[in-house]
């Protein structure tokens, strides 16, 4: 049985004093009896005050992004091995926001990749078609393609410590989420891939959906046999509808 994981990318959002107020909001509204695990990314910034406010709590620390390079004259980057010295434990790489706005190429994802599980840290993959692609019948080859860069790099066995994340980039931010018909397509493509070359990975890697999922949409997503949970960016910075949505994943 996979279990369900619900995190909350806050993007570019907060202050101090926002996600604080957010965090024990987060900590009052989750239920103690919840199966799924929830996951936290603030930005860089916060990670550590996040880290100290969770830490007696069950919630993991992630972060949104990692440096594919281990130390050195790289101004404005963070190393896998700082993330894992604040107490993440998890971190996105190949959020499309980082694709479409800083250009990153499938090799500079499958290289952060590689440094996030230098330093055991879970990387969340995260795969997904623009309007364009799937309107151009690509979705599958662009999915394929996003994955196999990493396959070629690190091979199947890679993805029994990493979480893959879909987000159809025309569902991200937009309001408009992908079915749970649409996202079980994709999703199910996913996992056969990944079973074709490892029948117990591919039983076991988590495949999250994100892309507007809300408390009224989270349960229906959610159950579908390949959603194992889902990567929530507005929704997670409300306490309770991130609350709902988490609850939503509990079997
Ligand atoms: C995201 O930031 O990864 C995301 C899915 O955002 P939203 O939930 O706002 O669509």
Redesign the pocket.
Known sequence: MRKPLVAG?W?MHGSRVDNAALVRGLLDALKSESTAEVLLCPPYVYLWETGRLIKDSDIELGAQNVCAETQGAFTGEVSAAMLRDVGCRYVLVG???RRQIYGETDTLVARKFVAAQSQKLTPVL?VGETLDEREGGRTVDVVTRQIDAILAVSGVAALASAVI?Y?PVW????GRNASPEQAQEVHGMVRGKVAALDATIGASVRILY????KASNARDLFSMPDIDGG??????LKAEEFARICAAADH
């Open positions: 990318n993007k959020h499309s926001e995260c994340a987000e569902a991200i931010g937009t994100g892309g507007s999922v990567l929530v960016g507005g929704a997670s």
